[in-house]
């Protein structure tokens, strides 16, 4: 029993290290992550039953879409940072923080607008902050790759 615990708390401390430094080379905290990682499945939970009680539209397609989705946003701040740190951009952490935040602003927005279209029947405007991140991101690259 103790050689089995013992392992146990070596595979522990291995994985917080391991998981602790990918944080840190992308420039991500864990409670950013999680609250993405949260923000991310209530949209998509709430998400399903907006379509389901406003327009009755649950397809499978529109769930891989959804799922597609927030892949997608839950993957870019690794991938931009990954390819920013390749071509030597020094900013990593300011820059990890920035699209975050974005990206949980935009999702939490998301999450308000089903709250709002499930118990009223009606949609909020829409705000894309995805479009803006994504332009800010390609100005990044465009001018640290003209340097």
């Known amino acids: 029993m103790n050689e089995i615990s013992t392992w146990w708390i070596v595979a522990e401390l291995v994985w917080g290290i391991t998981f602790g430094s990918i944080l840190t080379y992308f420039g991500l905290t864990a409670e950013a992550l999680m609250i ?11 998400g399903v039953l907006d379509s389901y009680i406003v327009t009755k539209d649950t397809s499978s ?41 974005t990206l949980i602003i935009s999702e939490w927005y998301s ?6 279209s499930i118990n009223f ?3 909020l405007k829409e705000i894309d902050c995805l479009k803006l991140l994504f332009e800010s ?11």
């Open 121 to 123: 029947g009606e949609k």
């Open 36 to 46: 993405l990682t949260i923000f991310l499945w209530l949209d998509i939970l709430f």
């Open 61 to 101: 397609v529109k769930l891989v879409q959804w799922l597609a989705r927030k892949l997608t946003r839950w993957a870019l701040p690794f991938v931009v940072v990954a390819a920013l740190r390749w071509i030597g951009y020094q900013d990593i952490e300011l820059l990890s923080n920035i699209i975050m935040t």
């Open 137 to 147: 991101i390609i100005k990044i690259f465009e001018v640290k790759i003209k340097k």
């Open 111 to 116: 999450i308000i607008w089903h709250f709002y």
